[in-house]
Each structure stands twice: as C-alpha cells, then as structure tokens.
C-alpha cells in the first residue's frame, strides 16, 4: 500500500523530502517565506507522510528478502506486493 515501484524510486523521494527540510531550516533566518515554501515540496515528495514513507521503506526491504515482487501493472493505481508463486 505505502510501496513505491522501485527501491531506488523510494529512496529518492526521501532524498528530496530531506534535502527539502534541511534547505528549509537552512533559509529560515533569511526568507520566512521561502523556507515555508520548501516545507510543501518536502510532504509532497513522500507522499504526504512521513510516517507512510517509512513503512513503505520496511514494506519494500521485507519484501525484498523474502523474494516477492511488486505485481505489475498498477492498474488500479494502488500498488501490492504479490508473494511468490508456490509450486
């Protein structure tokens, strides 16, 4: 449910979020406005949550080593872990 399509993809939106808030506090003594401005960009890029974020992180890692795959397409626009096929 919290899951991106890739790893890489998910670990990049945390980038941007991080980088945003700590741009943000960096500027805060020079623009208010703008360091208000970047606080948007930052739930933006996780997907509105933080929180979330983190356990579509723990979701993907577990996932990962368990071997399961991301089942493709996204057709619904809700993403879900498929378990493997046992056989």
Not at 56 to 71: C, S, W
Not at 73 to 87: F, I, K, V
């Amino acid at each position: 449910m919290f899951v991106s399509r890739s790893l890489v993809e998910h670990l990049a939106r945390g980038a941007i979020c991080l980088a945003a808030l700590v741009a943000s506090v960096l500027v805060a003594r020079a623009s208010l406005w703008l360091a208000m401005a970047l606080l948007p960009v930052a739930l933006v890029a996780v997907g509105g949550c933080p929180m979330c974020w983190t356990l579509g992180l723990i979701q993907m890692v577990r996932a990962r080593a368990r071997g399961e795959h991301l089942e493709e397409p996204c057709a619904d626009g809700g993403c879900a872990w498929a378990p493997p096929s046992r056989r």
